[in-house]
Structures are given as structure tokens and as C-alpha cells.
């Protein structure tokens, strides 16, 4: 007999594509919440699975009663989020991931409590309802779960994905997802049915050296800024470096050479007078960028 996919817990969830905003009545849109997806299994007990289908419990023992929210048997889809000041905290949820120790769990749990935010049912009373539309799983959803501290639905608005973006811009949160009306849950695919509007930062760096790969292929751009007559580390960029513009950081760094003032291991520093733009999420409390993209050079500046 084939096990059913509540015993095995082996899927995945649904992924989304990238895209700019937009207004569209066949879509909802919710906040994109700053937190690490999950999975909820919930019956007797409470099992939550990450996207490496990592057992997430132990992690947090807040959470260990959520099966006692729902009315039935359910695989939830969701975020685990820390939030203060009724925003999501990824640093502290950053925190909690980290940690071990059985002792400091206990006391993290109490005073940074992680919340399940579930935004999708998938499997109801030993069925998969993934064929279900969105819209007819939302409804599933609310008449499924009970809200209390340790759990809550996510809220959602039709039609006007431009002025909510914006709204999140404002507050400076995550961005927003888009999930039409009539889509259909498709378990660990990645789908145009659902998309996800970041809002991302641009800034100029001056590039203050290199790290190569073993074929000899720029791995990481360290990046810098200069304030107060002191250069200030912000960490690297690997995603976006085009071809050409790969050469010509090279053969700079090559010409510019200059003794490290940063501690990085492997790395090959030069003068910082090459300045290029960043795209990314936001500065981490360490001071690097976080989700950072490499958009190109400035041809208009050699230095900040």
C-alpha cells in the first residue's frame, strides 16, 4: 500500500517567479513576509518542514501545539516570523535558526516567540487539495484554523498590486506576492501563477577588490564606501557580474593593486577608485548587503 504524503513529509512547496508590480483584479496580493517557509503538518501532533524538508520543532517549541488550531488533519503553507513592532524581525528569526542549545532555545522562545503565518492549505482530512483554486483553499484555510498567538492567516487585497507595493516600500518591508484567483497549488514547481515583488535598494560602491574562482573567474566584488575619510566594508556581490564587465574589473585590480585593509581571506584588494552599482534588499546589522545583485559600472565616476 502506497503511503499517503502526510506519513512520508518528503514534498516541497510552491515557488514563485520574479516580476515588477502590477494591477490585475484576477490577482490577490499579500505582504511577502521576512521569514523562513515552511510546512505544517498538523494531526496529533505538530511537524514543520522547511524547504531541505529539515524538521524544524525542535527549533522552535513555541510552536508544538499548533495541530490544537485546526479542526482537522491538515498540511499547511506558511512562514515562520518573528515580529516586532508589528513588523517581521529577520535578524532575530536569523538568531533563533542558529541556535542548539536546548536551554537557550527554551529561554529564545520566550523572549523573541516565533509566529506560523499560513497563507495556504494543501491537504484536508487524508486528501490532497491541490487541484482546489486558491480562492476556494482560502475559504478551506479560514474555516480550518483557529488564530491565537502562535498562528495567524495572512491577509490579502484584490486587484491593486501597485499602490500596496508601494505601501510596503513605504514601510520598508519585504515586497508583495501576486497569486492569481484560479491558480492551483503545484507542489515544489516554480510558477508565473505566483510572483514575488521585492522591493530592492540601488547604491554605488567603490569595488576595493576580488576574490577569483579556481578557473580564474571574479567569485565575489568586495565593495566599500568612503565616509569620513575612513573606507567602510559592505561586503560582496556575486550574482549579476556580466562577462565584459568581469574583464575590466580584472585587469583593474591587476593594475591597482594595493595591501589589504579589510580582513578577507583569498581576496585580492586594489585601489578603491572603480565605482559600480548594487541592487539589494537591505544592510544587515553587520554592515554587508543582503540578496545583493551587481547591476554594472559607472563610467561616470571613479570614486564616491
Not at 500500500?1 to 494591477?23: G, H, R, S, V, Y
Not at 485546526?70 to 524581525?89: A, H, Q, S, Y
Not at 580584472?250 to 578577507?264: C, G, H, I, M
Amino acid at each position: 500500500m502506497e503511503k499517503d504524503i502526510f506519513d512520508t513529509k518528503n514534498i516541497a512547496p510552491m515557488l514563485l517567479q520574479e516580476c515588477p508590480p502590477f494591477n490585475n483584479k484576477d490577482y490577490i496580493f499579500e505582504l511577502k513576509l521576512d521569514g523562513i517557509r515552511c510546512l505544517a503538518y498538523l494531526d496529533k501532533n505538530t511537524s514543520l518542514r522547511n524547504k531541505r524538508d529539515k524538521e524544524l520543532i525542535d527549533i522552535y517549541p513555541e510552536l508544538k501545539d499548533l495541530h490544537k488550531q485546526v479542526k482537522n488533519k491538515c498540511i499547511l503553507d506558511g512562514e515562520l516570523v518573528v515580529m516586532r513592532n508589528c513588523e517581521p524581525d529577520f535578524f532575530s528569526l536569523q538568531k533563533r535558526a542558529l541556535l542548539s542549545d536546548k536551554f537557550k532555545i527554551k529561554l529564545a522562545s520566550k523572549k523573541l516567540p516565533v509566529q506560523f503565518v499560513a497563507y495556504d492549505i494543501i491537504y484536508l482530512k487524508n486528501e490532497l487539495i491541490c487541484e482546489k483554486t486558491l480562492i476556494e483553499r482560502k475559504m478551506i484555510l479560514k474555516n480550518t484554523v483557529k488564530e491565537n498567538k502562535n498562528i495567524s492567516l495572512s491577509r490579502y487585497i484584490d486587484e491593486f498590486g501597485v499602490p500596496f507595493f508601494e505601501l510596503a516600500k513605504k514601510k520598508n518591508l519585504e515586497g508583495i506576492v501576486a497569486k492569481r484567483k484560479d491558480s492551483i497549488y503545484q507542489i515544489g514547481k516554480r510558477s508565473y501563477n505566483w510572483l514575488k515583488i521585492k522591493v530592492m535598494h540601488d547604491d554605488d560602491f567603490l569595488i576595493c577588490g576580488i576574490v577569483l574562482k579556481e578557473n580564474g573567474e571574479i567569485k565575489d566584488i568586495l565593495l566599500c564606501k568612503m565616509n569620513n575619510g575612513i573606507f567602510k566594508y559592505y561586503g560582496s556581490v556575486s550574482l549579476g557580474i556580466g562577462k565584459t564587465e568581469s574583464g575590466i574589473i580584472k585587469k583593474y585590480v591587476k593594475n591597482n593593486k594595493k595591501s589589504p585593509f579589510f580582513n578577507k581571506s583569498n581576496a585580492i584588494f586594489c585601489e578603491p577608485k572603480l565605482v559600480c552599482t548594487v541592487k539589494y534588499m537591505e544592510i544587515t546589522k553587520k554592515g554587508s548587503l543582503r540578496q545583493s545583485i551587481f547591476k554594472g559600472l559607472k563610467d561616470d565616476k571613479l570614486w564616491l
